[in-house]
C-alpha cells in the first residue's frame, strides 16, 4: 500500500474497493462468496495473503477459503480452529475499532493453540511500523453487520507496502469485512432458500407420489373403500367410492355421494354405526342395497387430515363378510336347534326358560289393594314410609325392570296369566320306531314338530327335548287358557301320519307346569315331566295307543 497521506492514493484504492464488493454480490454460491471474499482482500486492498474462517453450526471456525500463495491453501483450508482459540485470540492484542491486531511480540503465547496458521519467521523490524512475518491482523464479520453474533473472521498477513495499515487502511479493511459479513449471509440465505426449494419440490413431488399411490389404491382395491365428511352440517356424506363398494351396494358413485353410511345402514344396526363413527372404530353390520336386500360388511374406520390443520375425513374400509356370517349364523343355529326337526333344542329350551325366572320367589296379590300395597309399599307401616319415594333397589323393587314369571292358581282360576309349560310325550312312538324303522320315526317326529308349530302363536317357543318329548313354551296363559292350547295339541298330533305310502299314528301326553320365579329351569321342567306322567297314567292305554 502507497503513502495513505496522499489522495490519489485513497481514490485508487477506494476503486479498488468498490470492485472487491461489487464482486461479492456476483457470486453464486456460498463457497463462490467465500473465496471472493478472500480474491477481493489481495486483489483490492493490498494484502499478499487473506484467510477467511467461517463458523460452523457446533460454533468452532473452519478455514472456508484462502488467497495468495497454493502451498498454504493447501496446507490449512478446511482445518479447524476451536471457538475458546478464537475468542482468546479476539480478545487479546491491539483494539483498532473492531480489528484486532497481535504483533509479534506477543503471538509468541499464540503458537501452541489450534488455529491453523501460516506464519513464518522473519528478522526483527527495521522501522516502527514495519510489518513482521509473526504479526496477526484479524477482521470479526458479525451477521448483524456490527452485532455480538459472530459469522467468521477474516486474516490478513504481507501488506505490499511491508507495513502495519495506517488508519485509512484500517477502515478500508472494517468496511470490507462488514460487507463481507452481509455477503456471506445473503449467500446462506440464498442457499438456504435453494435448499429448501429443493427440499419443497421434493416433498411436493412424493405427495405428488403419495396420492397418486392412495388413488390407485383406492380406486382398484379388491374391497369397498369409501372417504366421508368429519363435523360440520354434512357429517358422516360420502365424498368419494371406490368401484369396489359401488359393485357392492350396486349403486353408482353419483348415487352414493347423496348418501350417508347412516342412510344406508339397518335400522337395528343404527346404534352400531355411531359407535363406531370414531378412529379405529370397526364393527359388523349391514347395509341396503339397491335392490332392497340388505348384505352384512365389516366397516373399520381410521380420520384423515387434509393438511397439519385442515379438514379431516373418516377412511372407511369396507369388507364384504356376507358368506362368513351366513356361515356362523348356520353354526349358531346347529348349535341352539335340533337337526332333525329345526326346532329349538334343549340347551336353546333351558336359555329361554331361564332367561324369564330369577331367584326370587314373587307372589301373587291376592286383591288390589294388596297388589297397590305391594307395588308402592305399605303405606301404614311407618318403617317403610319413603314421603312417597322407595329408594329399594333390590330384585322387587320399584327399579327391578324384571317382569316377574308367576304361577297361577290352578285349583281357582282367577284370570292370572303365566308362562305355561307344555311337556309333550308320544304315545305308541317306540313301536312305530321297531315296525317301520327310524326312517319311518324320524319322518313322525319331522312331522309332529311341524303341527306343533302351526298350533301356537308366533310368540311361543315350540323345541325337542330329545327323543319322542317335545315341550311348549305360552307365555300370558291362564290355567283353563293352558288345558285348551293341550287338547288343541293333542288332536293336532292325532290325525294320521303317511309315511312312504304307509298311514302311521302317535298319540301325546301333556303335562302342564308353570314357570315362577324363584325356580329354576330344571325344578319347571321336571314339575311338568311329573304332570305329564301322572296324566298318561290316567289316560286308559286305548287312547294311547299307535301305530
Known amino acids: 500500500m502507497e503513502a495513505e497521506s496522499e489522495p490519489y492514493v485513497r481514490l485508487a484504492t477506494m476503486r479498488q474497493l468498490h470492485q472487491a464488493v461489487a464482486d461479492l454480490n456476483t457470486a453464486r454460491s456460498l463457497a463462490d462468496t467465500l473465496q471472493t471474499v478472500a480474491d477481493g482482500i489481495v486483489a483490492g486492498l493490498g494484502y499478499g495473503l487473506a484467510c477467511v474462517n ?200 353419483s348415487v352414493l355421494r347423496r348418501y350417508s353410511f347412516a342412510d344406508l345402514v339397518h335400522p337395528e344396526d343404527v346404534g352400531t354405526l355411531l359407535r363406531t363413527s370414531a378412529e379405529g372404530g370397526r364393527a359388523e353390520l349391514r347395509l341396503g342395497r339397491r335392490d332392497g336386500t340388505y348384505l352384512w360388511v365389516s366397516l373399520r374406520n381410521s380420520v384423515v387430515a387434509d393438511t397439519t390443520d385442515g379438514p379431516r375425513f373418516l377412511l372407511t374400509h369396507v369388507e ?82 324384571h317382569v316377574h314369571a308367576v304361577a297361577p292358581d290352578t285349583g281357582d282360576d282367577d284370570g292370572a296369566k303365566g308362562l305355561a309349560v307344555l311337556f309333550c310325550d308320544l304315545d305308541g312312538f317306540k313301536s312305530i320306531n321297531d315296525r317301520f324303522g327310524h326312517h319311518t320315526g324320524d319322518a313322525v317326529l319331522i312331522e309332529v314338530a311341524r303341527r306343533l308349530t302351526i298350533c301356537v302363536r308366533d310368540g311361543d317357543t315350540v323345541a325337542r327335548l330329545g327323543g319322542d318329548e317335545f315341550v311348549v313354551l305360552a307365555d300370558g296363559l291362564g290355567a283353563a287358557d293352558a288345558a285348551d292350547l293341550a287338547v288343541r295339541l293333542r288332536n293336532a298330533i292325532i290325525p294320521p301320519i303317511r309315511v312312504d305310502g304307509r298311514a302311521v299314528r302317535v298319540g301325546a301326553s301333556f303335562g302342564i307346569g308353570w314357570a315362577a320365579c324363584g325356580m329354576t329351569a330344571e325344578e319347571v321342567l321336571r314339575s311338568a315331566d311329573q304332570r305329564m306322567y301322572v296324566e298318561k297314567r290316567s289316560r286308559s292305554k286305548v287312547h294311547r295307543r299307535a301305530g
Open 54 to 253: 467461517l463458523v460452523r453450526p457446533d460454533g468452532d471456525l473452519v478455514v472456508a477459503a484462502f488467497a495468495g500463495s497454493s502451498a498454504a491453501e493447501a496446507l490449512i483450508t478446511g482445518r479447524v480452529g476451536s471457538r475458546s482459540s478464537w475468542e482468546r485470540r479476539l480478545s487479546m492484542g491491539e483494539a483498532w475499532d473492531e480489528l484486532r491486531f497481535i504483533p509479534h511480540t506477543d503471538g509468541w503465547v499464540l503458537l501452541d493453540d489450534d488455529v491453523p496458521q501460516w506464519h513464518t519467521e522473519g528478522p526483527e523490524p527495521r522501522f516502527e511500523d514495519e510489518w513482521h512475518p509473526e504479526d496477526r491482523l484479524y477482521a470479526p464479520m458479525y451477521a448483524s453487520g456490527g452485532g455480538l453474533d459472530l459469522l467468521g473472521v477474516i486474516s490478513v498477513d504481507r501488506p505490499r507496502n511491508g507495513r502495519r495499515p495506517g488508519a485509512w487502511g484500517r477502515e478500508a479493511l472494517q468496511m470490507y469485512a462488514s460487507q463481507a459479513a452481509i455477503a456471506i449471509s445473503n449467500a446462506r440465505l440464498r442457499a438456504n432458500m435453494q435448499r429448501a426449494l429443493v427440499r419443497l419440490e421434493r416433498e411436493q413431488q412424493a405427495l405428488r407420489a403419495s396420492e397418486e399411490s392412495f388413488r390407485q389404491a383406492f380406486e382398484y382395491a379388491p374391497s369397498g373403500m369409501a372417504i366421508a365428511e368429519m363435523g360440520g352440517d354434512q357429517h358422516g356424506r360420502l365424498l368419494r367410492t371406490n368401484d369396489a363398494l359401488c359393485r357392492l351396494l350396486g349403486r353408482p358413485a
Open 320 to 401: 364384504d363378510i356376507e358368506e362368513r356370517k351366513r356361515h356362523e349364523l348356520h353354526l349358531a343355529h346347529r348349535a341352539s336347534h335340533d337337526a332333525l326337526t329345526g326346532l329349538p333344542n334343549s340347551a336353546e329350551l333351558r336359555s329361554r326358560l331361564g332367561a324369564r325366572l330369577c331367584e326370587r320367589p314373587h307372589s301373587v296379590a291376592t286383591t288390589a289393594v294388596e297388589a297397590l300395597d305391594a307395588a308402592y309399599g305399605d303405606v301404614d307401616d311407618p318403617d317403610t314410609r319413603t314421603h312417597g319415594y322407595d329408594v329399594d333397589s333390590a330384585p322387587g323393587g320399584p327399579y327391578d325392570h
